[in-house]
């Protein structure tokens, strides 16, 4: 559980995609001139790594990480396929693109003429063919983790867009210097943002001493709120230690 | 130039100022900021570029007649997932240190959208001949961008260019260091390349107002 929280706030705020390794910049800055079409967009986004990161997650652990063909039997164990992951992983996305647009399109007409323009782009936005790459080289150990890191990946880069996007509204009516209006204010607005995000570091690690500290407090606190949980989970342990055991 | 008439030699240059796949055309920024914080892993990241982009111009320029017009996206992207595995496997060989600065970043040549970008708007309409060069021509754009904003962020962040120290040793208090010069750490945080960015933009539009835009 603590480690759902952990990766969910890491990868809004401190990983985030726009601001710490800039992925998805090219339609970040096309699409963000109107909150209404950033946030359609931005729901796109986050519905897409939803699905392919969980997707990708799959593949690489059964198909392509050195050794995960040893289901098929033990004379497959020493098969590495890792060097295939660049052309799978983007068949998965392109395929799901077009497979989710598809289906939206035949259930939901309306929110398939929200989704629906920006379903293409988004095949070739870094963001998504990112996450299924960073998923798979900061070694996500569960589904469930890789589900929750592409939702929240999603929902970081859904809050740049969203924050972008009312800037740029407010900002027409200021006197930008005329060489540095749309591109150029927009990419320094953006470092500022990173820079103010940057502080977002301490939130986890905190300082050399302080994340044992802190780590063991937040654990207290959901321990009394969710104590149920934990029993349960403690009483897994226990079984689990049990049959060790024996 | 003798070995190309004027219109290609346009191809060519045309990008690399007025038409720059970075700051006019906006295409490929991801990459371009991520890897900036030295100036080798710009030149490698810009070569590797070069090298996909101006192959892949060629392949789906001589396709281009014989791909359908609704699978093209997913035929440019097996294309370029191609090349960039090649580029890959390449790096992990010959520069294995650098492939891990460069990490997923070599990956996401993929999703760089000036490949697609320039598939899109050039190769499927012209000849390999010129597709090439148009494929030279915009990752040259774009690597010099990408070595601009290196050779700033090193020089001023680290100050060393290429792993040499230009400036003298911070440490032993060398060369300027012993003026009392400090490196400028902010250069080195992912941010600052989006500052530098907007800095050449704010250059080039001064330089040349036809291309200032609307707010």
Redesign the interface.
């Known amino acids: 559980m603590l480690e759902h929280i952990e990766l969910f706030f890491r990868s809004i705020f401190i990983d985030n995609m726009v601001f710490a390794v800039f992925l998805g910049m090219c339609s970040y800055l096309a699409v963000s001139k109107k909150v209404a079409t950033a946030v359609g967009l931005g729901a796109a986004v986050i519905f897409v790594l939803a699905v392919t990161v969980p997707l990708n997650w799959l593949l690489d652990q059964y198909l392509l990480r050195d050794g995960a063909l040893v289901w098929l039997g033990p004379e497959y164990a020493d098969y590495n396929l890792s060097f295939l992951s660049f052309i799978l992983f983007i068949a998965t996305i392109a395929t799901m693109v077009q497979l989710v647009e598809i289906v939206v399109e035949k259930f939901s007409p309306s929110l398939y003429n929200q989704l629906g323009i920006f379903l293409p782009l988004i095949a070739v936005n870094c963001a998504i063919l990112g996450g299924s790459l960073f998923m798979q080289s900061r070694d996500i150990q569960t589904l469930g983790l890789a589900f929750n890191y592409g939702i929240s990946s999603g929902i970081g880069w859904f809050l740049a867009i969203l924050a972008i996007a009312a800037i740029r509204e407010k900002i027409r009516y200021s006197n930008v210097p005329a060489p540095l209006r749309g591109l150029g204010i927009t990419f320094i607005i953006t470092g500022l943002m990173g820079i103010g995000f940057q502080s977002f570091g301490g939130m986890l690690t905190g300082g050399d001493e302080a994340p044992a500290e802190e780590e063991t407090t937040t654990v207290q606190k959901i321990e009394k709120e969710e104590g149920e949980i934990n029993k349960e989970i403690d009483e897994n342990e226990v079984s689990y230690n049990d049959i060790l055991n024996k | 130039m003798g070995l190309l008439s004027k219109k290609e030699a346009g191809l060519v240059l045309d990008p690399l100022a007025d038409n720059n796949p970075i700051?006019i055309q906006?295409?490929?920024?991801?990459?371009a900021?991520?890897i900036t914080a030295e100036l080798k892993a710009s030149i490698v990241m810009a070569v590797s570029v070069m090298f996909v982009l101006a192959m892949g111009n060629v392949v789906i320029s001589l396709m281009r007649n014989i791909i359908p017009s609704k699978i093209r996206?997913?035929v440019q992207?097996?294309v370029v997932?191609?090349l960039?595995?090649i580029v890959?496997?390449v790096l992990r060989a010959f520069a294995y240190e650098l492939s891990k600065t460069l990490?997923?970043f070599v990956?996401?040549i993929?999703?760089?959208?000036i490949i697609?970008g320039r598939f899109e708007a050039f190769a499927l309409a012209n000849g390999p001949w010129r597709s090439f060069l148009d494929g030279i021509g915009n990752s040259l754009g774009y690597g010099i961008i990408l070595v601009i904003i290196g050779f700033f962020r090193e020089l001023l962040g680290s100050g060393t260019l290429l792993g040499f120290k230009v400036l003298g040793d911070p440490i032993a208090k060398t060369g300027l260091y012993s003026f009392g010069y400090e490196n400028n750490g902010f250069m080195i945080?992912?941010?600052?390349?989006?500052?530098v960015?907007?800095?050449i933009?704010?250059?080039?539009?001064?330089r040349n107002?036809s291309l200032?835009?609307?707010?």
């Open positions: 700051t906006v295409l490929g920024i991801c990459s900021l991520a996206i997913i992207l097996v997932a191609t960039v595995i890959d496997q990490s997923v990956g996401l993929i999703t760089n959208c697609m945080i992912p941010p600052a390349a989006l500052i960015v907007g800095i933009i704010w250059v080039q539009r001064s107002p200032v835009e609307e707010n």
